[in-house]
């Protein structure tokens, strides 16, 4: 059994369903009644709600190796450093041209690797396994720089 409702809806409103109708090669009658049980669907708020779970749930592994990912380089960084900074004996005077004419040639040889490896689509990241045991737990009697007790 059905019965007939008359509704008042905006011109620009009624020209979108008899375009969609149109499409979908329906009345608008049809498009009407499938909004309005769409709408009145107990279920609907559920589907909405699964929906935006699932895109969170994806936001937040993506956060969470973005975090990983930054924090390997930040680390890997730092330690370059201080490794660096540790071997790396003061120069005297005379010897800094020379010195910094082999940096500027080193850096060179450095890029053309880069791109290189960023051609290839190779990066650091895929040389790094997913689960570093080192990281699931340090303990709390090494310092950060110490080397693993054997």
């Known amino acids: 059994m059905r019965d007939r409702l008359n509704v008042s809806l905006p011109v620009a409103m009624i020209s979108q369903i008899g375009d969609l109708a149109a499409r979908r090669k329906v009345t608008r009658s049809a498009v009407v009644e499938a909004a309005v049980a769409s709408l009145l669907s107990p279920d609907s708020s559920e589907k909405t709600e699964a929906a935006l779970t699932r895109r969170l749930d994806r936001l937040t592994r993506q956060m969470q190796r973005q975090e990983r990912d930054l924090m390997i380089a930040l680390e890997t960084h730092a330690l370059f450093i201080r490794f660096w900074l540790g071997q790396m004996p003061p ?4 010897a800094q ?3 910094n004419a082999l940096g500027q040639e080193r850096f060179a040889r450095f890029l053309d690797t880069l791109g ?7 990066s650091f990241r895929d040389d790094i396994p997913l689960d570093i045991p080192a990281m699931r737990q340090r303990p709390a009697d090494r310092p950060d720089d110490a080397p693993p007790k054997a």
């Open 91 to 94: 120069l005297p005077a005379e």
């Open 97 to 99: 041209a020379a010195a």
């Open 116 to 122: 290189r490896r960023l051609s290839q689509g190779r």
